[in-house]
């Protein structure tokens, strides 16, 4: 079965600090996997994306890695900001298809305080 | 370009009551997706268009549900009648072939059933 898994559920870190956020995928066959982030009431807005080929994507102080043989996947987020509050979902694209098939993990719901 | 509109932004209605979402995607794109998303199932594809074509519906939860598709510049989601488990947001995505597989999403229609 195609899932997308993300940990933890929920995270709490201090403005300036570092976090990563995990997501592993069982999806096969594989197109690309992409991270959103999502404010309260909005709706969600591409952060990064990679397929099978890349390793690392940067975006601003978000960093994304792939690990195509291990099927996962973080999200690095450096010297937080009180505006990265919000979720964090990592979507996963199986078979050729660019984006119908999109398979969406629950997220990770990010807070940061002051 | 002012990204993907959807109207109305919140909606709340009375059970068995007819509702209709409306979505305007990005001038030129030629993918259309309707999502929904709740705090138990995360973000779920209900159906997807290709030049203004419904190509997979598999996700439309019943017969209540039906999408539609006249032109490149409009669609519309409708239920009827409405349940109070279909209270969720709704979000209206597009994208366009060759680009990179970016998907813009809309800012979402948050449906109260009462």
């Known amino acids: 079965k195609n899932q997308v898994e993300q940990s933890p559920q929920s995270l709490i870190i201090l403005e300036g600090k570092n976090c990563t956020l995990q997501?592993?995928?069982?999806?096969?066959?594989?197109?690309?996997l992409r991270w959103y982030k999502q404010d309260t009431g909005r709706g969600p807005v591409s952060l990064t994306i990679?397929?099978?080929?890349?390793n690392t994507k940067s975006n601003g102080r978000y960093t994304a890695t792939l690990d195509a043989d291990t099927k996962q996947s973080s999200l690095h987020i450096t010297a937080s900001q009180l505006s990265d509050s919000a979720s964090y979902i990592c979507?996963?694209?199986?078979?050729?298809?660019?984006?119908?098939?999109?398979?969406f993990g629950q997220g990770t719901e990010l807070s940061v305080k002051p | 370009d002012a990204g993907v509109i959807q109207s109305p932004r919140h909606e709340v209605t009375e059970m068995g009551q007819e509702v209709t979402l409306r979505c305007k995607p990005i001038?030129?794109?030629?993918?259309l997706f309707w999502y929904r998303q709740t705090m138990m199932r995360g973000l779920e594809l209900l159906i997807y268009f290709n030049n203004n074509v419904p190509i997979d519906d598999s996700g439309m939860p019943e017969d209540r549900f039906s999408a539609k598709m006249p032109n490149a510049s409009f669609s519309t989601l409708k239920i009827q009648p409405s349940e109070p488990r279909d209270s969720a947001v709704y979000f209206c995505?597009?994208?366009?072939?060759?680009?990179?597989?970016?998907?813009?999403f809309g800012q979402g229609t948050r449906l109260t059933v009462v």
């Open positions: 979507v996963v694209t199986g078979g050729g298809y660019q984006g119908g098939k999109l398979i």
């Open positions: 997501c592993n995928y069982t999806v096969s066959p594989f197109s690309n």
């Open positions: 995505a597009s994208s366009v072939t060759g680009t990179g597989i970016v998907t813009f």
């Open positions: 001038s030129g794109h030629d993918y």
């Open positions: 990679m397929t099978f080929s890349e």
